[in-house]
Structures are given as structure tokens and as C-alpha cells.
């Protein structure tokens, strides 16, 4: 690394104010309870097991973060490796908790190639293997005696499952199955920890028993010699090479060649192959895949506010550090003006300010609600449950009550991730150039996340499930069949009122603001439905329609438990009254922008009036900008992102901005190190400057 | 490199339909003239010189882009130099015209840490040197002899350049100046070329006279030793680090301590000092910086339209290549439907298709209307034109139209790059999981591409200079002193009409919909006003507002360009009228989407009726998408983008989407060598098997 500055430099400090005393006034002028929102945003718990996780981790050299961004991909995949052994190391050694161990591997700032071992590969052997499979592969793999992977997705098909390639026949002669890869295309891709790291997947094959195809099953195998990590023989594994991010993990590819696999490798909890009969059993009960994927894409909603909040702490601090040009109308002793002070600034970040919020509260929400549903169906298998079994209408009841949070989950999921994903790009940008740096820590952290806007469902697909749902609760509810569910709710209630019209008070009553917003669902709700069932339109010509309808839907949901969120009693028990009316602020704020962008559609609902959106944009949303400014650091603040975990100069709570850029260029960036020789006819580059050029 | 796969993995080919068989389809079903399209768009001159250019660069290893992506900061600038090198060897072997060479540079598909060399140090040199510096520094730099840089932006200044810290100060004694670095944030920061390439810096600094600022002039300062390349005394110099992309240029940082240099160093061509008096003298023929912002930026505009159409040609032709699902209304032997088939892919792609013609064309105009003018304002300066110097009448009305063009070259600016920029992503989403890998070609083209929405402006920044430049003329309407340039027109016509309202024609007459972009335009102009000088309202309040404003007035002007375009006489003397003819449909795309979109500005405005937007939306906007899906690839083919440079295995032109994936990953991706030890219990990896681990 570089030698450190001379003296002169050493010397220098940014000009004034600094950073550290604008951040330090900003503190002062806010009145808003950070540390009682942090435990209410995360628990006291979390809060502090947060802290010791970032103290045992930044005191070790393998997690240090500073060379990352400038390394090959050979060089990160194989420092993320080390960072996953030593993570897994300290987990034995502090006997961490599964959960400890998640918390710990997230603070990490990147993904190991363990990953998914550690996570999809753990959780389906646990979740579909028999006991002769638990012992002979989960308890292995839970010691990393052996590493694996799911290997779902092929080359030629990501989104449609049941297009799936590859193939797994059973043999009755000897009891085995054929694993096989008919064409280029069936070769498995994008499977984390497959390239480099794992010696076992799970295969997602087509199953054949004869000719018939009983559909897409699971399949352990192992794929390397547990010795020396070399593929088996008619196995053909890799990685898949550089990304857009993600690149210290080793996202590979899988290809098998008449591969003959044992009985036991079919994980066969739910359905499986007597092999005395050569017959398929169908599941002996119903897979719980369902209430998974509810689960996993509630998380993703929840996760998708502190996604967000990561880029909208640095990009907030780091605007209230920066000053850049005078106020128009300023008199001309003034100074530079933070650029947190202009307008333009705040449209861009405060909304999203109030997003962090509501999509927290929303994912919340949902998982309250989804546990809730499963304790209540599960009857006495909860602890501390009593022990009676539920009736069945608590059981109708209830597989009501998860369709309809299955549904809004697919939805939800596409709007959180989105929101997330473009919102730290505008937080970027918002940083001015120095936002480009990777020191603004805002880039490295986009590019990891944008996955998740096509994974677990492309964003752009689950809307056709949201509209799909709304469809047929619109037909149970003209049907005069609707049920006590909230979308069922918000349909009854459209029709109830539709011929009187709407004229809710947007501006002034916060719960008529989730009204209209309910209101303008149930009315694309049932506009779809008349394209479809009275027009008889084609599916394919309405999708832009199903697009728009599920994202109306997921922004109600979203204003909804934001509001529910900022009314429950709960709240007051954690922060006081001052710090309550700016909460309720961010959901109007929240609210009222998403109205304004949308306004076409509320306007044609009829929701609203074309003078209430005038006022909107002209006069509330500008008012609530001016009220929330001044609480902005310490809303950001509140989330309490650790400045290691943050990984940003920009971000830094201190305000040490300029500083740190400097420091980062000069004392840890190995560009320093090289010598050129600059001139176009000699070969260069040297790497040690030569006595004469 | 990884070793060839075997034989069982090579005899494997994707499942049927292959691509090339579906862009053959896709190719027969089109009557679009690719090949007097391509023409026109870039004129057959152009298109034969890339061609030969791209032969040249493949043939040479130097320019092999297989591992840019893998490789680490280090090794990129390393080969981009070795790149720049034989680039401008080439240049002088071939002997390349000045336009040749920028045109092979362009083709690299990165930048080169001569770039900024290339660019603005020469062409600063040349607009800013008396004929004494020509020969020192220009002559020199113009054959390598010295590299250099332009150093204006500084660590805590970007966009207020005004703001700038660097102090050369005027020493009356010995006639030198003192260069330097105040504070911190003084230092110069993301200097292209300067990290470690150049041995010279244009250093944009404050001038000072005694205790007198004579505000921000350029110096050429020596910074490298030019025998040993290492930094002067005083001089402190470096790279600033990893970015988001143009990770290929190191770009640089630069402080000094009290440095002294010789009067020659300021560049003399407009102001100067006059060594005998100590005195500043004023530029005797003012700077014509005016004309070239707006040349710059006009060129930025253009460039945009092809920025996109790497990302559209790339995601058009993967999405008829890829096959996902069935269409749930076909017929279940139906297979698998293209995903260009789907209208939730339709209606990202081909309005971003239609954009990309539109910038082009929009950019063209442009340069012509500016060319147009300063050959008539120069009269005989220019070659080939009669040598009478225009009449004061003329320069009036050129000075108009120059201010003009240089006010809407700004939000231009602004709304090409950003619509470019956020293009690119929505092409990369639109392929699915396979748009993240590098592969794709979109993800690296995109982020090298994201500084242009931030440099030469700032693009929210610069869209208050369009408010202001509309506001002024909308002053000079009401004051019955409009001129006859196009922005006073509109605002003219609109008073006019303003009572007796508009409903415009938009879905039957294409210049209505024109009309109607202007009327927008005009309203927004009034209330804007109305806001400033009749309410009174602080400039900061009403940044919003301008954002709107000039983002509408640049859609304005790329509906208006679009149509003179597709309009003109000169189309049909290129193409036949089926072309024409579906060149006038993306006209009326791009304008009806963007109406769309944008609909609570039409309908607040009275431009259109809330019907007419149901009907944009449900009609009018799909039936163009089903009219032009057919011709999707032929409009990309059009633009001629050779495979070497899209540098994509999905939008290959021969369609080999998997095998090319497939090749890169297992052939061509240093990942593959590595070998892990897997085990979290030894201290891995290892670069080799061991015979036990």
C-alpha cells in the first residue's frame, strides 16, 4: 500500500463548517427519540446483539472490507471464502445460534460462497428428507463435512419450473435413477455456491418412472470427490463468471451425463418411490411450499426497508454535509446552502425516507399476521398453545386468510424490492458525483441487491398472481360469496358505494387516505374483471393492466399497515408524542407522494378530485418536506446501521466525509502503488519507475 | 484457462427452436429496409469506416475484452493503458484522421486513461492558448511528448464551480504564480488521466491580483517528472479509487503546496496579465464557451440514442430468442411462447425502441440548427460561403437562436441522458436472470454510461437553467417582446388560443399530438411564472416545479424533432413507404407512451380530455405495439451495432445465446482454475488439489 503524505498534507482540513459540527447541529434541532425508535424499529435485543456481532467481526483482519471493491474476481471469491470459513469457525467456537450466525453472515456487507449451503441447501434437507436422509446427509452437512447447494434453475428456463430439462429415471432393474441433461439448455445456471465451493446439490429433475413425468422433484448428489474436490466422472460443474454483483459468490453451472444415482437420493418426505413396487406415493400430506414462500417473500418485504435504509442514511448525511452554491433568494453573506436544504433534493430523499419506514412496518405487519394464521390452524402444536385441535371453520377461516396473504405477498414483494432497488440508485445519484465512488458504499450494495427484484418470482411475473387473486375475490364478491378477508372487505365496500362516488378527504383525515387508496384498488379491480370476463380481452393484452392493478393494490397494503402502524397503541408505549407526530408524518408524507405520482389513476377512480391533487403537490407534500427536514438525520440515525456495516465515507456518522474519501484514496487504493510510463511507444506498464523513460 | 469440456458436454445443443432459426423468422417477417435504415440513421461513409475499424481492433490481441470483467482494478487500468497505447500507435501507422481515431476509441467499449489527454486537454490547449503555448505545450502534447488532464472539479466542489478552492495567485516580484491547495477539500478530485497518467494538468484555479479574485482561469501546470513519471516536489497526486464503473480510467486527485510556475503557464488566448503593469486584462473577443456547451451537450443527446440502442438491441433480440411459458389463452401443444410475445415485455422494450430513434434524431436536429447557425453568424469565416459579413439584423437573430438552443440543449441534456441511463436497466431486467450476468453486455456498457447523467451538468441541476431561460421568454411574450424562435412561438400561441381551450386531435393527427407536447409546455411555462412573479414564491420552493417544467419542455422538443424527422422530405429519398411508415409508428409511440405516462400534466393543462388518455392507454398504445412487435428486430438490426463491440452472448446477431453463455463461462473465465478446499476447518484455498484435504 502507499506511503503515507508528506506533512503539508497531513496538515490540510476541509474547509469549514466540517462535516462533523453541520451533523452535530443537526442532532440539536431534532426533538425526535432516536434511540427509544431504534428499539422500536429492531428491539432492544437486536440492537444489542447487533453491537457484539460488529465487534467480534471488525476485530478480525479476514472481514476487513477496505480492499474489496478493487480486487479480481479470483481474489474476492477466494477472500469471501475465507471470511465464510472463519464465519462459520466463530459460530462453533461463540456456539452461536442459527440465528446469530444469519445475523452475523448479514453484516458482513457481501455473500460468501457458503451461502447457500448455509441456507437453501440446510433448509430443504431439513424440510423434505426422511430420517435415513436426515442422518445420512443433513447432520453431515450441518457439520460442513459436506457442502451443497439447490440446483434449481436452468440456462433456458428460470421462471417456469415445470419447463424444467433435466431428468431423473428410475431404473427398477437396480433400483436407481439416471440423472440426465438432454440439452445444452438443461444445464443447471445461476446456482450459488455450485462453481467452485459445494460437492453436493440438491437437483430439481423432472422424475420419469416409464415414460410418464411426475414433475419437478428433488435430488441429492454428490457432484465433486469429497477428497480432492474434483467433479465425478459424467458430472460437468463450473462457475458461471463475472456479474453485475454478487461476484464473491460462485454462482455455477451442472451438467450430468447418464449419472446413476441411489434410491435414497429422491428426499422423500413427502413423496416418493417404493421401490418394492416401482410406484410413485403421493405426498402423505399436503407440502407446506405455500406458507414458505409467504414467509420468505414477507422477509423480503421487511429486509427491503433496511435495503433502502443503508443508501437513504448515507445519502442523507452526506447531503446535510455538503454545501454547494447560495440559495437563490439568500442574502449573499450566507454561504453555501446544505444541499439537504433544497428542494429538489428533499423530493427525492425524503420520499424515500418514509419508504424505509412503511415498507418495515408493512413486512412486520405481515409476518404478524401470517403467525398469527399458522398458531391459530397449528392449534395445539405450538408451545404454550392450549391443546385443543381448531374447529373447522377456524381451519377454513384461516386457509382464507393465508390465500389471501399469499397473494399479497407476491405483490408486495415485487413493489418492496423495486422500491429498495431503484431507491438506493436515486440515493446514489443524489450524492453527486462523489455518489459514483465506490467509498460512497451505496454502489457495491446496489449491485448485490438488484437479484432480488427477479428472484424468488420476477417482479414483473408475480404481478399476474396478485391480479389473478383480485380477479376471483371479485367474482366470489359479485357472486355475493365474498368472505371476511380484507381484500374481500375493500371490494364489498367499493360496490356498496361506487354509484354515490367517493370524495374522501385525503387531505385532511389520515384514515381517508387509506381509503382512497383502498377505493382505487377495488375500481381497477373491477375494470380488469370487465376486460376479462364481459370484453372477453386475451390474458396476454391485460398483463399491463394486472400490472398496474397489483401494484395499486401493494401501495394500499403498504399505506395500510403504515398507517396501522403509526395509530397502534403499541407506538406510544415505545416513543413519546413529539416523536409519534413525526412518524404519522412520514405516513402522510409516504401516502400523499405515492397519491401525486399515481394521480391519473386516483383521479379516474373518482377517489379524489383533480383540485385535491392540485393541492397535493402544489401545497402538502411541500409542507410536509419543510416539517420533516429538520428530523431527517435522526430518522436515519434511529436506524442504527453500524458505521463498519455501512461501509461508506459519505455515510459516516461522525461527518468526517472528506476526510475519509482522502484517506481511502491515498492509504488503502493499490492503484497508488503502480508506476505508468505514459508515453504511447514504449511498452508499458512498468511497475517500478525506470531511472531514464 | 480452463481446458476444452468433454465430448459428451460439446455434443450437446440448446433444445429447439434455436435462436438462430427465430431471428431468421423474426428477420423474414419484417419488410423493414435494414440496410437504407441503417443508412440514413448513420450514413453509408460512417458505417464503412466502423467496419473497417472493428477489423482492424479485433485483429489485435491487445484489444481482447474476454477478461475485462474478471479482472481486478489493477490489471483493468494496466490493460486499458497497454490499450491506449497501440491505439494511438495505430493512429499515427494508419495515419487516422483526428475523427477516425475518436471513432476507434469509441469502439474499445472503455475508456482508456488517455482519454481525457485525448479529449480536453488537447481541445482546451487549442481553444485556450496564445501562439507562444501552442508551441510549447500543444505541439508537444499533440504527439505524446507530454500527457495531460483537465482538472477542474474539486473534492468538495463539483457543480458550483465558482466555489472552487484552488488559489493561483500573481507574483508582481518575479512574475510567477502561486499555485495552491487551501484546505482539504481544495484538492482536485475525479481528474480523468491524472491518477497516473499525465505529466501535465490544465488546473482550473481561482485568479488572484494582490487581495482581488478575478474569479476561476486555467493554468498548465507540470505535475510528473517526465523521466521518471514520479510527482514534482509540492505536488501531491494519486488515484481516487475503485468506482461504480470506468474502473479502466484513474481518475485522480491533486493538491499542491505553494507551487510556483511562470507566467506562460496561464492560458493567454482571451484573459491575461500583462507582466510589465501587473495588470488583468479583460478577453477581447468574448469566450465562446456558450457555443460549445451546447455543441457538447447536443452530442450527448445524440450519442444517447445509441447509448440505448445497445441495450435495446441486446434485450429485443434475446426476448425473441428466450421462450417462457405458454400464452395461457393458446392451445396446449402450442410450447413455449417467445417472451417478446408477452405485452408486459412489449411495453418496456419497444418504447424504449422508439426512444432510441427519437434522441437520434432529436440530437441531429440539433447539430444541424446549430450548425445552420454559426455558419450564418460567422458569414465568411466559414469555408464555401460567400464572404459578405452578416448584418447586425442576422448576429440579433442568431444571438436569439443560439441562446435558444443553448437553454434547451440543457434539459435535453437532461432527459437523454437519464432516459439512456435508466434505459439500460430496464433492458437488463427485461432478460431475466441472465441480464445480471456480464455476459450480457448491458451491465458494464451501463455503468461506465452513469456519469453522463451527472457530468456536463448536473441533470437536475440543469433543468433550472431551462426554467429560467422559459421564464424570461414567457416575460418578453406577455411584454409583447417575443421573437420568431420556436420557444417564443409556442408560449405565443398558447395565450392566443388559451380561452377558447384546446382539445387537440392527439389519436388521429400527428402534429395535434405535437401541439399538444407544446401547449404542456406553455401552461406549465404560465404557472411557473404565475408561481415566481405574482405569488412570490422563494426559487428554492419552486424546484419541483422547474424539474417538471423542463423535462416537459425537452419531451417538447424530442416529439417535435421526431416528427419533423419522420416527416421530412429526405426520409423517403432514403427509404421505401413501408419503412417510413413504421418509423412514423414509433413516432407516434414514443409521443403517445410519453402522453401516457405523463397524463396529470395533459389533463390538468387541458391539452386532452380524460377520454382520450382511457383511450391512449387501452387502445391506441397496444395496437402500436402489436404493429411494430413484427418489425422489433429489424429496427434493431438497423442500427448496425457490430458483435465485437455489443460484446453480448445475448444479443449475438446470429442468435448462439446459450452456446455463447456457455462458452464464456466454462472457456473463458478464470474462476475455473481455482480449485477450493471446501472445509471451514482448513485454512484454504488451494490454488491446487491436494491428494487429501
Known sequence: ??????????????????????????????????????????????????????????????????????????????????????????????????????????????????????????VTLREQSNPEQRKLFLERAEKYEIIGCYAQTELGHGSNVRGLETTATWNPEDKTFTLHSPALTASKWWIGSLGRTANHAVVMAQLYIGNKNFGPHPFVVQIRDLETHQPLENVYVGDI????????????????????????????????????????????????????????????????????????TIATRYCAVRRQF?????????????????KMVQVRLLPLLASMYALHFTGRGMMKLYQENQSRMNGATQPGQDSRSPGPEAL?????????????????????????????????????????????????????????????????????????????????VLAGKGTS??????????????????????????????????????????????????????WNSLLVDFWRLSTAHSQYLVVKNFYEAVSSPELASFVDVATADVLRKLFRLYALYTLEREAADFYASGAVTVRQITLTRTKAVLALLDDIRPHAVSLVDAWQIPDWVLDSSLGRSDGKVYEDLFRRASQENPVNDLVFDPYPWNEGPLKKPASKL
Chains 1, 2 share one sequence.
Not at 459460530?91 to 453484516?107: D, I, M, P, Q, T
Not at 462523489?434 to 417482479?459: C, M, R, V
Not at 356498496?496 to 381509503?515: N, Q
Open 1 to 122: 500500500m502507499p506511503s503515507p503524505p508528506p506533512a503539508w498534507v497531513q496538515a490540510l482540513k476541509p474547509s469549514g463548517p466540517q462535516g462533523s459540527e453541520l451533523l452535530a447541529k443537526e442532532r440539536e434541532q431534532s426533538n425526535v427519540a432516536v434511540n427509544a425508535l431504534a428499539e422500536l424499529l429492531h428491539t432492544k435485543k437486536t440492537l444489542e446483539r447487533q453491537k457484539e456481532l460488529v465487534q467480534v467481526l471488525q476485530s478480525e483482519k479476514v472481514f476487513d472490507k477496505s480492499q474489496s471493491q478493487s480486487l479480481g474476481r479470483v481474489d474476492r471469491l477466494q477472500s469471501a471464502l475465507r471470511k465464510g470459513k472463519r464465519l462459520q469457525q466463530l459460530s462453533v467456537e461463540r456456539k452461536w445460534s442459527l440465528e446469530e450466525y444469519h445475523a452475523a453472515a448479514g453484516l458482513l456487507g457481501e455473500p460468501t460462497p457458503y451461502a447457500l449451503h448455509a441456507s437453501m441447501f440446510l
Open 241 to 312: 463468471g463475472p456479474k453485475f454483483g454478487y461476484n464473491t459468490m460462485d454462482n455455477g453451472f451442472l451438467l450430468f451425463n447418464n449419472l446413476k444415482i441411489p434410491h435414497i437420493s429422491m428426499l422423500s418426505r413427502f413423496s416418493r418411490i417404493d421401490p418394492e413396487t416401482n410406484k410413485y406415493v403421493r405426498p402423505a400430506i399436503p407440502t407446506l411450499v405455500y406458507g414458505t414462500m409467504t414467509w420468505v417473500r414477507a422477509n423480503i418485504v421487511l429486509d427491503a426497508g433496511s435495503v433502502l435504509a443503508r443508501g437513504v
Open 326 to 342: 447560495q440559495d437563490r433568494d439568500a442574502d449573499s453573506n450566507a454561504g453555501e446552502t446544505q444541499v439537504l436544504n433544497y
Open 396 to 476: 377454513r377461516a384461516g386457509a382464507d386468510l393465508l390465500a389471501d396473504l399469499h397473494a399479497t405477498s407476491c405483490g408486495l414483494k415485487a413493489l418492496a424490492s423495486t422500491t429498495a432497488g431503484e431507491g438506493l440508485e436515486v440515493c446514489r445519484r443524489a450524492c453527486g458525483g462523489h455518489g459514483y465512488s465506490s467509498y460512497s458504499g451505496i454502489g457495491p450494495w446496489y449491485s448485490d441487491y438488484l437479484p432480488t427484484l427477479t428472484w424468488e418470482g420476477d417482479n414483473y411475473m408475480l404481478t399476474q398472481q396478485v391480479a389473478r387473486y383480485l380477479l376471483k375475490a371479485a367474482r366470489a
Open 485 to 538: 378477508n380484507d381484500t374481500s372487505q375493500i371490494l364489498q365496500s367499493y360496490l356498496a358505494r361506487r354509484d354515490k362516488g367517493a370524495s374522501f378527504d385525503i387531505l385532511e383525515v389520515d384514515s381517508e387516505l387509506v381509503a382512497a387508496f383502498a377505493w382505487r384498488t377495488a375500481h381497477l379491480t373491477f375494470e380488469a374483471l370487465k376486460h376479462r370476463d364481459v370484453e372477453k380481452r386475451s
